[in-house]
């Protein structure tokens, strides 16, 4: 099986648990965590991604500026922890998209039992197969439709730690309840479309926002029915 980190996530969880720590603290603990998951059981390689320059989603965004409330500083050790990701385990720099992305892409290039997800991110849960959640030490499965409402349910909520805009008096409670009738995606589709009072370009653009790719250029279109 081969793993498909999140490596973004783990450059801002072992940076700011160094906090105040030398440099090579802060990479001795990343080093023993990617370690851990190379020898970990069924592992036979380990992939990670790092977000780079570019982002498609800034160019669909209209309603608010895509990540434009993020003022948080970036965590301590932040370049190096990048660098030594990059030249000890070979990981990618992503140009264009988000590391989240190159995690969608590989992933359906795959069938869904020979990789495993490494991240804490939730909107990975739009993407269908096995996921570890390295904080909770847990390991669960992601059904294509599951990932799929996933995605949807996120669309009516939107999120907020991209700045990307859902309805109003929204969150994961009432999400569930308006789709919980829904059996396939058309209907999910035409559920969400109704919440947002048949407003199909707020729509798409959340949708667009919010889907990790699956393929490489790929653009997200609304079922047909």
Not at 53 to 66: H, L, Q, S
Not at 72 to 97: N, T
Not at 190 to 205: F, H, N, Q
Request: glycine content about 8%.
């Amino acid at each position: 099986m081969k793993a498909l980190v999140d490596a973004d996530i783990l450059v801002y969880r072992f940076g700011f648990a160094s906090e105040g720590d030398p440099a090579e603290f802060a990479l001795a603990r990343l080093s023993e965590f990617l370690d851990n998951l190379s020898l970990s059981d069924g592992i036979d390689e380990v992939w990670g991604y790092l977000t780079g320059k570019g982002n498609f989603r800034k160019e669909i965004a209209v309603t608010a500026p895509y990540k434009g409330n993020r003022v948080a500083p970036k965590p301590y050790h932040f370049q190096l922890l990048r660098e030594y990701m990059e030249r000890a385990w070979g990981f990618e720099v992503i140009e264009g998209m988000e590391a989240d992305d190159a995690i969608g892409i590989e992933a359906y290039r795959n069938e869904p039992d020979e990789t495993l997800i490494v991240s804490i991110d939730k909107d990975l849960n739009m993407i269908r197969g096995h996921h570890y959640n390295f904080v909770k030490e847990e390991r669960y499965y992601v059904t294509e439709e599951e990932a799929i409402r996933n995605f949807y349910l996120q669309i009516l909520t939107g999120d907020k730690v991209d700045n990307i805009i859902g309805l109003s008096g929204i969150g994961p409670v009432k999400s569930k309840k308006l789709l919980v009738d829904c059996n396939n995606e058309l209907e999910m589709y035409e559920a969400v479309l109704k919440a947002y009072d048949g407003d199909e370009a707020r729509v798409l653009e959340n949708a667009r926002l919010l889907w990790i790719l699956r393929e490489e250029k790929q653009v997200w279109q609304p079922p047909i029915k």
